[in-house]
């Protein structure tokens, strides 16, 4: 495994969400998005990860949205390009694309919907690896793509592709977590996948999160990795009770609806726009994130 700058790929990454405009993609918006990001402290950003509704884009779509990045942040901030389909072609596309447009990173989920086997996922990152030089994390989100990754799957990965550096971990396993810094190091990229468990997994050894709350408040959650990195749990630990039921909020709905409403609410997103089969907050879930703002000082 190749060793990244101590501090390369950390921090907050937050899977930026992608605005709609009358259905079309709002790629000027998106940029605003990037430059309040930057202006905010974020360490990195996640370009057609979870929160971006990648499933509802095409694929011009999803390169043109890693252009869009790469020359707006201009260096400043580390772009990760997240390139993962079910279609191991759609895969190899956005790959490539993201290799050429100047990226940082690649995340790549585990193929969803297929389930393949353990071989079968050895053998679909090694392929990856080799058609790419830029550090290789996978997105491990079982509760979407129906797979789990196995210790041993990403020793194989690891043994097979040199610049395999981490792992978005997006499933409440702490002992995972703990067997992937033995056997790999602490220079491991352990990103935090689900928003409730930044502060204690970052405690752990995880090196930052991609929290889809940090659209809403990069600031605050640039600060919760800032402070557990520093060593400042007692800092850490109150930002994480600050942050809890915005943290919560995340999965009123399904991910990014509850986002894009309160984005919208606070007038960082100009509409919530969805495309099918998403669709914008009801208005029973508009109420009760309006109350979760008011009760986190943001109205």
Request: charged share 15%.
């Amino acid at each position: 495994m190749i060793v990244l700058a101590p501090n390369q790929l950390i921090g907050s990454a937050p899977p930026i969400v992608t605005p709609f405009l009358n259905g079309a993609v709002d790629y000027d918006g998106y940029a605003k998005l990037l430059e309040f990001q930057i202006a905010n402290g974020t360490h990195g950003v996640v370009v057609n990860g979870t929160t971006s509704e990648p499933s509802t884009l095409t694929l011009d779509e999803r390169n043109r949205l890693v252009d869009v990045a790469v020359q707006v942040c201009r260096g400043r901030i580390p772009v990760i390009a997240a390139t993962g389909s079910q279609s191991h072609a759609e895969t190899v596309t956005l790959t490539e694309h993201a290799q050429r447009a100047g990226a940082d990173a690649l995340l790549v989920v585990t193929p969803y919907y297929i389930r393949p086997p353990q071989r079968g996922l050895v053998a679909y990152y090694t392929d990856l690896g080799r058609r790419t030089n830029l550090p290789l994390l996978i997105y491990h989100i079982p509760g979407r793509t129906a797979v789990s990754v196995e210790l041993a799957t990403l020793e194989a990965i690891a043994e097979a592709v040199p610049h395999f550096v981490g792992i978005k971990h997006a499933v409440n396993d702490f002992g995972f977590v703990t067997q992937m810094l033995v056997r790999f190091g602490p220079d491991f990229r352990v990103f935090v996948g689900l928003e409730e468990f930044t502060f204690p997994m970052m405690a752990l050894g995880a090196v930052g999160t991609m929290n889809a709350v940090a659209n809403l408040v990069p600031r605050k959650i640039a600060a919760l990795c800032n402070a557990v990195r520093d060593g400042d749990l007692a800092r850490g630990r109150a930002l994480h009770f600050e942050l809890h039921e915005l943290n919560l909020a995340v999965f009123f709905d399904t991910n990014p609806i509850p986002m894009k409403y309160m984005m919208r609410r606070l007038g960082i997103l100009r509409t919530n726009e969805h495309r099918l089969p998403m669709l914008p907050a009801a208005p029973e879930l508009e109420q009760r994130l309006n109350g979760v703002l008011q009760r986190a000082g943001l109205l």
